[in-house]
């Protein structure tokens, strides 16, 4: 004899993104904090030591923030046009920033006037940065040159005239202290060698460079450009690792976050992507109110900091991990309550006598045992169960249909409930998932309560909805083919193949169209 | 017997058909069941002993009252026999004459039994007649003596009853019924109105007495119970009603004491009635499948339903699931064709609604049914109920694909399942669900099969009457956090001018697809999936295509529906040749070249087993059974058997098993079914034979053999001569030295048994040599089984009981040198 077998409801894969870990982490930041800055915000560098300050470049000044201010901590205004690219140094302790006028200012974070100038480039220079032996400057500008600096004595040590473009971005290798990068509008990303007198490698990126990075380990290069973002083996010469394309503007922007595990990449295409960087796919991706020009993450990913082109600061704070911790202390006891004599192994002399395992029914599953068709449906058409659990609802419909008694079950109904039915039917009906069985429920009750329309005004206006929403989903439906019928036309004029290509490709949805052109 | 020689039924696959008794010492159940009355154990569920004799249908079976080792069997071949259940020894046969429908007994009736015939002389008229049993010596007697009781009765077993203590006797056709009382040679009619009031149905579907007081209760066809009581009157008799059924109530049985009335239905619900009354009653819902018939134990502890699909369910007396017993579950119709599990060498079909059962052959059980639809399955006419198509399984049995469709014809609820078998669980989970994987039936379903390659080849190809064929391949889940790490999903869809896509088929290395589309064949590439080369034999469409395997492998066989059994040579993209044959049935042998071809011609069934690369059959078997075969199936041995005849070789590797259109499973088999039933029947001669003592094992069945010749010379039963002589040296092996006769006497017996046996000795031969000892003679009625056999081949109406006079003959001899011998050395004693 068998046992009641559950009513199963079918469970429906949930549209859009899936939930996984990563999405997890990365949803887990507060709401936005919003900064308006004086103009775009061309670069933030988060100090690499407690507490984590971090300085923002927007138009002719450098803000330095606090964790959890708003308000900047510190500002460096000493700037006759705009600034860019204020970086940190390794040790948190000194500010370097580029120019409109061609000049280098380097800052004691402490003080307010610049400790050092240094004067060579011609043209803007949007790039500067520490070598990581803490007492070389390399900067890109401009006038096609990127040149190298003694802090020290603030004289330049050589300059490299090699890129045909601005030079807009570069990076220092963390670990040799001679080693730097730059990359330029002229398509190309430059490794510079401070021991010798031209560039190391060269590696073609095949759109303007607007950023690059080097992986703490040395040995990968990423390089972001037109709407690319490619990875480089280093220690391979230069080999095209992979190549990922997941904007559709140009990527501004690169950052890795504390771990190396993730790669984020912002655009002017107004989202920040997040690649994991062992498989090289997008995980995670956020999105913003405008184009994004610069990104920073803090250490331990504490805080995420974007700047826009319109001048807006964006920050993301990490939420507090507290609450897990509580709920577990909470569950201990219960647990010992619940295990509690279970445990015991029965000795030789005892008698054991087994209790039979209840089974726990939810309410529609023991109405449908008992065949009570009417009150089933009754029980899931209560709120909670109707709104946050649709598929339930349709399944004791589908259920009701198959045993025959669907009709029965939804006749001999007052006002209210009419209504609440009616409300739920014309909800649902267009979802594709639910729409043939709810289209017979709305059969039925349309049949049912014929006579009665005119009666109540309720339920009239909602067979007016039912209406309405059936009609839209037509007009919606017609669109979709008409849609269809002009790409197979398309696709039909790309194919050389056989006449059974083009059959296929008829008979099929949208995905499968995409799969066989892409064999082709 | 209905089926030609070699053609035997696994034991168990026919369904019991009739009533079931069950037993004053609650420890058998028996059971007719075809042509046979089963013995089962209650308590191990096991089938103990197996009684054939009958040549038709048994119709019904009870206990002698005057002796409950005793039974009585009916059957359509229009004998009674009664039958020694304990050891599975006919005693007497009386031969009635005309169709025996029913029987009954009575305690208070000496020898004479109740039967149910056909009226002569008018169709579809049946009388209850009492036949009295004549005490004569010898087996076989007449029984001539025929009264009639009651003219008019229903056909069935369950239209008469017989009041208590043999006092009247019910009996219940359309909407008549009648009491016929024997003392008083009194007949009372009763009949309801035909006129259906409100969705009633007043026609009768069984009756059953009180045991003790005078009441009976009937069933009825719109599911009502009435228990009619003071019928003694004409006028004044009364009746109660009982109401829950909602369908046919179709077998009724009060409990000993009468307190209690068990009914139950299509509802597939055992329904338990107290006093009589309406308002209490206990339900046992849910037993699986509708019941047939009812029975209750002597003692009252146990009562047994009999359920359409071919099982008995044992219930406590508090109404509580005790044990089922089951063979082939029979489902309504096997859409799923005859899969074989290359895991278990189970047979894989239809089950219980929804379920999927595998069925071992070689202990004729079920080894457990798989729940594929899931949903609780209602027992009500007229729903459309989803039920299980297709079936197929991957090489090495760990992906199991199934397709479940509701009834619905113009818009199937279709569903594609893929079940992967979990090793620590031991059974098949599902991984993937697809629902409406094509927009009509699908019409077929194969896997592609890869022994070398790893899981990654492994590729579904579905067909639809939607006019494509889908590929489906396994996805990996990146995602590490998943529950399973893979799943399936569409790879590819084809079709071919908008034809509807009837069969598949891979070739054996997997790199072909074969897709046939109505008329044509189309051949695909399954790396690319591009359209290699189509084949077509008009007109007709394709019904079945198959590649060949092994040294065959270049050619496709194809069967059309104008009859044309075709063969193309992939090769040259040519016709190789064809045959004009209306195949049914095309099976390719997974183990060898051999394919078979079930064909039908006008009402019979014939088996042509060929190979591709010679249009000549290697075998043919014509007339192999009188149904339509509907499917076969190879299913491959465990180690080749050692097949001498040379028509037979491509038996070898694998056994051949066809279903046909009335749910019977048959197999071609080159033993008889005598040889394939000894061993049991041995094994419960000496767990009965007690005490058992070596002696008794060795002598005991010289012993029983000569007893039972004693009493019938003309009717040995043919298993008795089966003995074989090699489990006796066996035995004798394996008795401790001390309890053996003399090593004198021993030595011949051994010597003997370690000889060849002349081939082809004649009966003549063997009579002269009178000396040879009896285990030398028993092999020979061996030999001389085989040879029989192939004369059975020319008659194919062979009967089990029955014997030529020739092997008459030979027992005789075997008779004379078996008592010699015995009595000389016991004399030595």
């Given at each position: 004899m068998a046992a009641y077998k559950p009513l199963v409801v079918q469970a429906c894969p949930k549209l859009g993104e899936r939930i996984t870990q990563d999405t997890l982490y990365w949803r887990g930041y507060k709401t936005p904090v919003q900064i308006k800055e004086f103009g775009a915000v061309n670069k933030i560098d988060f100090s690499p030591v407690p507490p984590y300050n971090y300085a923002v470049t927007a138009s002719s000044r450098i803000h330095i923030y606090g964790r959890y201010s708003q308000e900047p901590i510190k500002t460096f205004s000493r700037f006759r046009d705009a600034a860019y690219c204020a970086t940190y140094r390794d040790d948190g302790r000194l500010l370097a920033a580029g120019s409109e006028d061609g000049s280098i200012c380097l800052f004691d974070v402490g003080g307010k006037a610049p400790l050092r100038q240094f004067e060579g480039h011609t043209k803007p220079v949007h790039l500067v940065g520490f070598l990581s032996d803490k007492y070389r400057i390399f900067s890109g500008g401009d006038d096609?040159?990127?040149?190298?600096?003694?802090?020290?004595?603030?004289?330049?040590?050589?300059?490299?005239?090699?890129?045909?473009?601005?030079?807009?971005?570069?990076?220092?290798?963390?670990?040799?202290?001679?080693?730097?990068?730059?990359?330029?509008?002229?398509?190309?990303?430059?490794?510079?060698?401070?021991?010798?007198?031209?560039?190391?490698?060269?590696?073609?990126?095949?759109?303007?460079?607007?950023?690059?990075?080097?992986?703490?380990?040395?040995?990968?290069?990423?390089?972001?450009?037109?709407?690319?973002?490619?990875?480089?083996?280093?220690?391979?010469?230069?080999?095209?690792?992979?190549?990922?394309?997941?904007?559709?503007?140009?990527?501004?922007?690169?950052?890795?976050?504390?771990?190396?595990?993730?790669?984020?990449?912002?655009?002017?295409?107004?989202?920040?992507?997040?690649?994991?960087?062992?498989?090289?796919?997008?995980?995670?991706?956020?999105?913003?109110?405008?184009?994004?020009?610069?990104?920073?993450?803090?250490?331990?990913?504490?805080?995420?900091?974007?700047?826009?082109?319109?001048?807006?600061?964006?920050?993301?704070?990490?939420?507090?991990?507290?609450?897990?911790?509580?709920?577990?202390?909470?569950?201990?006891?219960?647990?010992?309550?619940?295990?509690?004599?279970?445990?015991?192994?029965?000795?030789?002399?005892?008698?054991?006598?087994?209790?039979?395992?209840?089974?726990?029914?939810?309410?529609?599953?023991?109405?449908?045992?008992?065949?009570?068709?009417?009150?089933?449906?009754?029980?899931v058409l209560e709120p909670p169960i109707m709104l946050h659990t649709p598929e339930v609802t349709v399944a004791v419909m589908q259920e009701l249909h198959r045993r025959g008694t669907l009709r029965s079950a939804l006749a001999g109904r007052d006002e209210k409930q009419v209504n609440l039915l009616l409300t739920f039917v014309a909800r649902r009906v267009i979802e594709p998932r639910f729409t043939p069985v709810l289209v017979t429920v709305a059969d039925m009750i349309t049949d049912i309560y014929q006579p009665v329309v005119g009666q109540s005004a309720i339920v009239d206006k909602q067979f007016l909805k039912l209406q309405e929403a059936i009609g839209k989903e037509i007009d919606y439906q017609e669109e979709l083919l008409e849609v269809l019928g002009m790409m197979d036309t398309l696709f039909a004029t790309f194919t050389k193949k056989r006449d059974t290509c083009l059959e296929e490709n008829k008979s099929n949805g949208l995905t499968e169209i995409i799969e066989t052109n892409m064999n082709y | 017997r209905r089926c030609p020689r070699g053609l035997r039924l696994p034991r168990g696959a026919r369904a019991p058909s009739a009533g079931v008794t069950m037993f004053a010492p609650c420890r058998y159940l028996l059971c007719a069941s075809g042509d046979f009355v089963k013995v089962y154990s209650v308590s191990t569920e096991e089938t103990l002993r197996l009684m054939g004799g009958h040549a038709d249908l048994v119709t019904g079976i009870q206990l002698n009252p005057h002796n409950h080792m005793q039974l009585y069997s009916s059957s359509l071949d229009g004998t009674i026999k009664l039958w020694d259940f304990m050891d599975g020894i006919p005693i007497k046969t009386f031969t009635v004459g005309s169709k025996l429908l029913a029987l009954y007994t009575l305690a208070s009736a000496?020898?004479?039994?109740?039967?149910?015939?056909?009226?002569?002389?008018?169709?579809?008229?049946?009388?209850?007649?009492?036949?009295?049993?004549?005490?004569?010596?010898?087996?076989?007697?007449?029984?001539?003596?025929?009264?009639?009781?009651?003219?008019?009765?229903?056909?069935?077993?369950?239209?008469?009853?017989?009041?208590?203590?043999?006092?009247?006797?019910?009996?219940?056709?359309?909407?008549?019924?009648?009491?016929?009382?024997?003392?008083?040679?009194?007949?009372?009619?009763?009949?309801?109105?035909?006129?259906?009031?409100?969705?009633?149905?007043?026609?009768?579907?069984?009756?059953?007495?009180?045991?003790?007081?005078?009441?009976?209760?009937?069933?009825?066809?719109?599911?009502?119970?009435?228990?009619?009581?003071?019928?003694?009157?004409?006028?004044?008799?009364?009746?109660?009603?009982?109401?829950?059924?909602?369908?046919?109530?179709?077998?009724?049985?009060?409990?000993?004491?009468?307190?209690?009335?068990?009914?139950?239905?299509?509802?597939?619900?055992?329904?338990?009635?107290?006093?009589?009354?309406?308002?209490?009653?206990?339900?046992?819902?849910?037993?699986?499948?509708?019941?047939?018939?009812?029975?209750?134990?002597?003692?009252?502890?146990?009562?047994?339903?009999?359920?359409?699909?071919?099982?008995?369910?044992?219930?406590?007396?508090?109404?509580?699931?005790?044990?089922?017993?089951?063979?082939?579950?029979?489902?309504?119709?096997?859409?799923?064709?005859?899969?074989?599990?290359?895991?278990?060498?189970?047979?894989?079909?239809n089950g219980e609604p929804g379920h999927l059962q595998f069925y071992s052959l070689q202990s004729d059980q079920q080894l457990f049914s798989l729940d594929i639809v899931q949903r609780q399955y209602i027992h009500q006419a007229g729903l459309k109920q989803s039920d299980l198509v297709k079936v197929a399984f991957s090489a090495q049995g760990t992906w199991l694909a199934t397709v479940e469709e509701s009834e619905e014809v113009t818009d199937p609820e279709l569903q594609l399942k893929l079940w992967f078998y979990n090793e620590e669980m031991q059974s098949f989970n599902l991984n993937t669900r697809i629902n409406t994987p094509h927009d009509n039936h699908i019409t077929d379903m194969c896997f592609r099969d890869m022994d070398g390659l790893g899981d990654d080849s492994l590729i579904l190809v579905t067909t639809g009457r939607d006019c494509v064929f889908k590929v489906w391949v396994m996805v990996e889940d990146t995602d590490p956090e998943a529950q399973?790490?893979?799943?399936?999903?569409?790879?590819?869809?084809?079709?071919?001018?908008?034809?509807?896509?009837?069969?598949?088929?891979?070739?054996?290395?997997?790199?072909?697809?074969?897709?046939?589309?109505?008329?044509?064949?189309?051949?695909?590439?399954?790396?690319?999936?591009?359209?290699?080369?189509?084949?077509?034999?008009?007109?007709?469409?394709?019904?079945?295509?198959?590649?060949?395997?092994?040294?065959?492998?270049?050619?496709?066989?194809?069967?059309?529906?104008?009859?044309?059994?075709?063969?193309?040579?992939?090769?040259?993209?040519?016709?190789?040749?064809?045959?004009?044959?209306?195949?049914?049935?095309?099976?390719?042998?997974?183990?060898?070249?051999?394919?078979?071809?079930?064909?039908?011609?006008?009402?019979?069934?014939?088996?042509?087993?060929?190979?591709?690369?010679?249009?000549?059959?290697?075998?043919?078997?014509?007339?192999?059974?009188?149904?339509?075969?509907?499917?076969?199936?190879?299913?491959?041995?465990?180690?080749?058997?050692?097949?001498?005849?040379?028509?037979?070789?491509?038996?070898?590797?694998?056994?051949?098993?066809?279903?046909?259109?009335?749910?019977?499973?048959?197999?071609?088999?080159?033993?008889?079914?005598?040889?394939?039933?000894?061993?049991?029947?041995?094994?419960?001669?000496?767990?009965?034979?007690?005490?058992?003592?070596?002696?008794?094992?060795?002598?005991?069945?010289?012993?029983?053999?000569?007893?039972?010749?004693?009493i019938d010379l003309g009717k040995p039963v043919v298993h008795n001569k089966q003995e074989q002589a090699s489990p006796a040296v066996k035995e004798l092996l394996h008795t401790p030295a001390h309890v053996l006769p003399s090593a004198s006497f021993l030595c011949t017996i051994f010597i003997n048994s370690l000889l060849i046996s002349k081939e082809n000795k004649s009966a003549e031969e063997v009579a002269d040599e009178v000396e040879m000892e009896s285990e030398k003679a028993e092999d020979d009625s061996d030999e001389e089984d085989v040879t029989t056999m192939e004369q059975e081949d020319t008659s194919h109406m062979e009967l089990l009981g029955e014997m030529t006079c020739k092997l008459s003959k030979s027992q005789e001899k075997e008779l004379r040198r078996i008592r010699k011998m015995d009595y000389s050395w016991i004399s030595a004693f």
């Open positions: 096609y040159s990127s040149n190298l600096w003694d802090i020290p004595s603030a004289t330049e040590i050589i300059s490299y005239s090699e890129h045909t473009d601005y030079v807009r971005c570069g990076c220092a290798s963390k670990v040799n202290a001679d080693v730097f990068i730059t990359g330029s509008y002229d398509h190309t990303v430059k490794l510079f060698d401070a021991r010798t007198k031209s560039s190391v490698m060269t590696i073609e990126h095949g759109h303007p460079v607007e950023s690059v990075l080097l992986f703490p380990s040395g040995g990968l290069l990423v390089s972001a450009g037109g709407r690319y973002v490619k990875v480089w083996d280093v220690l391979k010469g230069g080999q095209l690792l992979v190549s990922l394309k997941n904007h559709h503007k140009t990527v501004t922007c690169l950052c890795l976050n504390s771990s190396g595990q993730r790669l984020l990449s912002g655009s002017l295409d107004r989202h920040v992507k997040i690649y994991s960087t062992t498989s090289y796919k997008v995980v995670h991706s956020f999105n913003y109110a405008t184009s994004i020009l610069s990104l920073a993450l803090s250490p331990e990913d504490e805080t995420l900091v974007v700047g826009m082109t319109n001048g807006v600061l964006n920050v993301k704070h990490r939420k507090p991990e507290e609450k897990n911790e509580n709920s577990q202390k909470r569950r201990q006891p219960v647990y010992r309550t619940y295990v509690k004599g279970r445990t015991y192994m029965p000795k030789q002399e005892d008698f054991c006598v087994s209790k039979p395992v209840k089974r726990v029914l939810r309410k529609y599953d023991k109405l449908l045992r008992s065949f009570q068709s009417s009150k089933a449906l009754d029980a | 000496e020898d004479s039994v109740f039967v149910v015939i056909p009226k002569k002389g008018e169709r579809d008229t049946f009388q209850l007649v009492s036949v009295k049993l004549t005490k004569g010596a010898g087996q076989d007697l007449e029984a001539k003596e025929l009264s009639v009781v009651l003219d008019g009765v229903g056909a069935s077993m369950k239209h008469v009853a017989f009041g208590r203590e043999g006092a009247y006797v019910v009996s219940v056709k359309d909407v008549n019924l009648q009491v016929y009382f024997f003392k008083r040679k009194l007949l009372n009619r009763f009949s309801l109105s035909t006129m259906k009031t409100k969705g009633g149905d007043n026609h009768f579907s069984c009756v059953v007495c009180h045991p003790t007081e005078d009441c009976i209760a009937t069933g009825h066809a719109d599911g009502k119970i009435r228990l009619w009581r003071n019928f003694h009157h004409r006028k004044e008799y009364t009746y109660s009603t009982l109401h829950w059924h909602h369908d046919i109530v179709k077998d009724l049985a009060f409990s000993m004491e009468g307190t209690r009335l068990l009914s139950g239905g299509v509802e597939s619900v055992l329904v338990q009635w107290h006093n009589e009354s309406s308002c209490q009653k206990d339900f046992l819902p849910r037993l699986g499948s509708p019941i047939e018939y009812i029975s209750m134990s002597s003692d009252g502890a146990l009562c047994c339903t009999l359920h359409t699909d071919n099982r008995i369910t044992i219930i406590n007396s508090n109404l509580r699931f005790s044990r089922s017993i089951q063979g082939l579950i029979k489902s309504r119709d096997v859409k799923t064709g005859l899969v074989v599990d290359p895991r278990t060498k189970a047979l894989v079909l399973q790490s893979v799943s399936w999903s569409c790879d590819f869809v084809g079709s071919y001018h908008n034809y509807q896509a009837t069969n598949c088929c891979f070739s054996e290395d997997g790199s072909l697809l074969a897709v046939s589309f109505e008329e044509t064949v189309t051949v695909w590439d399954s790396l690319t999936w591009d359209l290699k080369c189509t084949f077509c034999h008009p007109p007709g469409n394709i019904r079945n295509i198959c590649f060949g395997r092994l040294t065959c492998s270049k050619y496709l066989i194809g069967v059309t529906d104008y009859g044309f059994l075709c063969c193309w040579n992939l090769l040259t993209c040519a016709l190789e040749w064809s045959a004009h044959l209306n195949v049914v049935v095309l099976q390719p042998d997974p183990l060898s070249e051999h394919i078979a071809a079930v064909s039908w011609l006008s009402k019979e069934s014939s088996l042509f087993v060929f190979k591709p690369n010679e249009p000549r059959p290697v075998y043919i078997q014509r007339n192999v059974c009188k149904e339509k075969i509907l499917l076969a199936a190879f299913v491959p041995r465990d180690e080749p058997e050692m097949i001498s005849s040379e028509k037979y070789l491509w038996l070898r590797k694998s056994q051949l098993f066809f279903l046909t259109d009335t749910q019977e499973l048959m197999t071609l088999s080159t033993k008889s079914l005598e040889e394939r039933l000894t061993p049991s029947s041995k094994q419960l001669a000496v767990e009965e034979s007690l005490p058992v003592t070596p002696f008794s094992l060795l002598l005991g069945k010289h012993r029983r053999q000569q007893a039972q010749e004693d």
